[in-house]
Each structure stands twice: as C-alpha cells, then as structure tokens.
Nanobody
Framework: QVHLAESGGGSVRPGASLRLSCVAS????????MAWFRQAPGKSRECVAA????????ICADSVNGRFFISRDNARDAIYLHMNNLKPEDTAVYYC???????????????WGQGIQVTVSS
C-alpha cells in the first residue's frame, strides 16, 4: 500500500506561482511513476504531468506546457508541481498519483492522494 500526502494548494491571483508537493509512503516499487492530475468542476480528470523514477518526464496537458514543471526527489519519494503564470482555467482539484509505469491515463495509476484545491481568481 502507498499513502500519498499532498500540500501546497491555495487561492492566488492570475500570474502568480504555486508549488504543489506530494510525498509517498509505503512500497517504493509502486511509485516507479508518479504524476499530477487535475479535475475542474464539470470536467473529467486529466493528466497534467508525470515523471518516472529514472527521470523520464511527460507534460500531458498542452495548456500548461512552458508554465508548469514537474520535479522529483527519489530519496524522499516525492514529486513537486511547479506552477507559474497561473490562469483562471488552471482552477481545479489537483491529485497526486502513483503507479508502476509511466502513463497519462487515470487507470494507469493505482494509488491516489485526496486532492488539493487550487483556485486562480482576480
């Protein structure tokens, strides 16, 4: 079993930056791939970015390319989502996910965090 603890969300104005953190505890074999997903009201959950233990990175959402970056600390079994130049359309609940293989699909991840709210509004 893996427990994922997210932190770092909040309410910010457009153009601001935030960093989300997710620390995993439990079986390291189940965290070969870790990812951030988000779900806006009335929309399906979408992949934002994912990173494998060996450093392969995928930015899944075109809308965040060049603004969001994902990093990973293997020693802490943690991933971070660095969000810059935030826009109102980035408002969503952000979820951390962990699984065995790098993928951009929700069913590719076995373990999920509880989610953390990010609100971008003027």
């Amino acid at each position: 079993q893996v427990h994922l603890a997210e932190s770092g969300g909040g309410s910010v104005r457009p153009g601001a930056s935030l960093r989300l953190s997710c620390v995993a505890s439990g079986s390291s074999s189940s965290t070969n791939a870790m990812a951030w997903f988000r779900q806006a009201p009335g929309k399906s959950r979408e992949c934002v970015a994912a990173r494998s233990r060996i450093g392969v990175t995928t930015i899944c959402a075109d809308s965040v390319n060049g603004r969001f970056f994902i990093s990973r600390d293997n020693a802490r079994d943690a991933i971070y989502l660095h969000m810059n130049n935030l826009k109102p359309e980035d408002t969503a609940v952000y979820y951390c996910a962990a699984g065995s293989s790098l993928t951009s699909t929700t069913n590719g991840y076995t373990f999920w965090g509880q989610g953390i709210q990010v609100t971008v509004s003027s």
